[in-house]
Each structure stands twice: as C-alpha cells, then as structure tokens.
C-alpha cells in the first residue's frame, strides 16, 4: 500500500512570498495529482504529472519518480491561493483510485 | 464549463437510518468515483465504477454500501445502515474519456456532509 506523505502540514506566508509544498511517497506509481481543498471543502485539481514539471500561472509541479518525490510551488502568492493543497498518487497499474496525503494547509497574510 | 454536482449538500439522518446520495458526474465523463473525508482526516477512496460495474473498492466498501448507475446521467451511493462512523463528507468524482489512459485527470463535485446522529 502506497504512503503518501506531505510537508509542511501548516505553512503560513507573506503576500509575494515563494512557497514550496512536499509530497514523497513510498511505491512506485502510474502519476501523481496536486489537489486544492478550498475552505469550504471543495476539491479542484490543480496537475497531475507523470514526469518533469508542468506549469500554471504561479503554480508550478514538479516530480522526480527515482526518489519518488514531488514538488508544488507558487510564486508571487496572494491571500487567494489560502488553501489546503493535497497531493494525492495513482497506485502503478491499472489501478485509477487515489491515495491522498494529508494536506498542507497554506495561509498567505496580506 | 462543465461541472460534476452532488446533492443533497447537506444530510442528517439517524443511525441505522438509510441514505442516498446523488451525484451528476460530467456527461462525457466513463469513469466514476466516490471518495470521503472525515473531518480532519484524510480523504479516503471508496470504489470506482465503469461500463456499469465496479471496478476498484477499498476495504471500507463493505455491504453496507453500494452504487448504481439508474438512469445514465446520475451516479448514487447508498448506505444501507448508517453508523456513526459513516459522518464524512462524501465526494463524488469522475474522469475519464473514450481510449483513455489510468490517471486522467479527476473532477470532484463539491461534496455532501453527511451527519449520522
């Protein structure tokens, strides 16, 4: 069974700060997802990545599958990007359910 | 755009009570899924549906629940006795298109809160 694991839990910064947000986990896998949990609860997905880097507007995502690790950034962030932010894999395989980390919930001070 | 809903938001009921929740996944969408959260947890996933069956489940998805596809546009979850342990937030999601790889994209409705008293 795959362990997903994220750091920091809690993250607090200053509006325009540079932010970066861990994921490793423990098996290999088929693609990992980068999730936003907004405060009232809803989830949109953000990337899902199989390999290097893709980019959206100030986020960033990153994965390395030989250490099985993954990266989410945001530059430049605003208040608005205040969230959890939950990284979450495809076990290898045919297999489509996801396993979740347990979020890292972001503030971002004005 | 187009957007996966779920009804009822909000659902409180009494153990050992029934429930039914509901979900309109994206229409072109082939895959189907129920997943929950209990508060301050992590979100767990229940089972995945596809062509009418199930595909995946965990071992959460015992015979207390089951799915059902009734009429090609809506996506239920039924718990057939609820137990306490059942409150979550129950999020329904779906992916998938025609020749699709395993890790599509998934789109998650906004949830239902289920409160089991």
């Known amino acids: 069974k795959n362990e997903v694991e994220q750091s920091p839990q809690n993250l607090t910064a200053q509006e325009g700060e540079f932010i970066t947000i861990n994921c490793s986990y423990s098996?290999?896998?088929?693609?990992l997802h980068w999730l936003q949990q907004h405060p009232g609860g809803g989830i949109v997905s953000l990337f899902m990545?199989?390999?290097g880097k893709k980019k959206h507007g100030r986020l960033i995502a990153t994965i390395n599958i030989q250490e099985k690790h993954s990266s989410l950034h945001i530059t430049a962030s605003h208040p608005r990007d205040s969230a959890v932010y939950i990284c979450?894999?495809?076990?290898?395989?045919?297999?489509?359910?996801?396993?979740f980390g347990s979020g890292t919930q972001l503030t971002v001070l004005p | 755009e187009p957007e996966v809903t779920q009804t009822p938001s909000h659902q409180v009921t009494q153990m050992g009570q029934e429930v039914i929740l509901r979900c309109v996944p994206i229409?072109?969408?082939?895959?189907f899924y129920w997943y929950r959260q209990i508060l301050g947890q992590k979100v767990e996933f229940l089972v995945s549906?596809?062509?009418?069956?199930?595909?995946?489940k965990s071992e959460i998805f015992d015979d207390q629940f089951s799915v059902e596809r009734p009429d090609g546009s809506n996506f239920t979850l039924k718990i057939r006795s609820t137990k306490l342990e059942d409150s979550a937030m129950y999020f329904c999601?779906?992916?998938?298109?025609?020749?699709?790889?395993?890790?599509?994209?998934?789109?998650f409705g906004p949830g239902t809160r289920l409160t089991v008293l």
């Open positions: 229409s072109n969408h082939l895959y």
């Open positions: 549906f596809y062509n009418n069956e199930i595909s995946e």
């Open positions: 999601a779906s992916g998938g298109l025609g020749g699709s790889t395993y890790t599509d994209t998934q789109y």
């Open positions: 990545l199989s390999s």
């Open positions: 979450a894999v495809n076990a290898g395989g045919s297999a489509r359910q996801l396993t």
């Open positions: 098996v290999g896998i088929s693609a």
